[in-house]
């Protein structure tokens, strides 16, 4: 079982819809992020979360650390929010090395027609 | 600024040979992490490097290492490739050590790999 599972893995939405994109992992974290991967590999970092919410534009991220779930929602959505997002988790990889690692979620592939 | 790049683009290998792979940081990036992305596996991190010196490290064999210049840039090499080598392999650039932050990471475009 991945450390990180995302949720769905495939997802069709019409142009307008409220769409949810969820992450759930099993290990201790201290940051999560949501990132946006688009055809031909760019990818952007849109949120970093460790409590809470945060909100940018169409676009809302919500960690609930307890349960070990984030969840990234997209308002009215549009063909242009098209594009792979990924879940990633931040975890501190060691004393030794004293540096953290990140583990990956497969990602959600979004389509959203007009 | 010029954004990261990465060459090649595209590069197709067979099993047994050796592949390099370049990444040229934003100006002023320090630190250069490198990733593999398949579709079974996702993203997986290779290894980071900053100021020359490889600063951490994923779960990948030694046939996959990499380096860093003094000028920022960075290679990967793979040895002995085998078919489960293909893949999109992205580098990122920050200015100070990547592993701290992935938000402040920039992403190349990628170079896709497929060893037949």
């Known amino acids: 079982k991945n450390e990180v599972e995302q949720s769905p893995q495939n997802l069709t939405a019409q142009e307008g819809e409220f769409i949810t994109i969820n992450c759930s992992y099993s290990?201790?974290?201290?940051?999560l992020h949501w990132l946006q991967q688009h055809p031909g590999g760019g990818i952007v970092s849109l949120f970093m979360l460790s409590s809470g919410k945060k909100k940018h534009g169409r676009l809302i991220a919500t960690i609930n650390i307890q349960e070990k779930h984030s969840s990234l929602h997209i308002t009215a959505s549009h063909p242009r929010d098209s594009a792979v997002y990924i879940c990633?988790?931040?975890?501190?990889?060691?004393?030794?090395?004293?540096?953290?690692?990140?583990?990956f979620g497969t990602g959600t592939r979004l389509k959203v027609l007009a | 600024k010029a954004g990261v790049t990465q060459t090649p683009r595209y590069l197709i290998k067979t099993r047994g040979q050796q592949v390099t792979l370049s990444c040229s940081p934003i100006s002023g990036h320090r630190s250069v992490s490198w990733y593999q992305q398949t579709p079974g596996q996702g993203l997986q991190f290779l290894f980071e490097?900053?100021?020359?010196?490889?600063?951490n490290k994923g779960n990948f064999p030694g046939r996959f290492s990499g380096r860093q210049f003094s000028n920022s840039r960075s290679e990967m090499n793979v040895s002995t490739l085998e078919l489960g080598d293909s893949a999109l392999y992205l580098c990122?650039?920050?200015?100070?050590?990547?592993?701290?932050?992935?938000?402040?990471?920039?992403f190349g475009p990628g170079t896709r790999l497929l060893v037949l």
């Open positions: 990122a650039s920050t200015m100070g050590r990547g592993s701290l932050t992935l938000g402040a990471q920039y």
């Open positions: 990633a988790v931040r975890s501190f990889q060691g004393e030794a090395s004293g540096t953290y690692k990140y583990i």
């Open positions: 490097y900053f100021s020359e010196t490889q600063r």
């Open positions: 290990v201790g974290i201290s940051a």
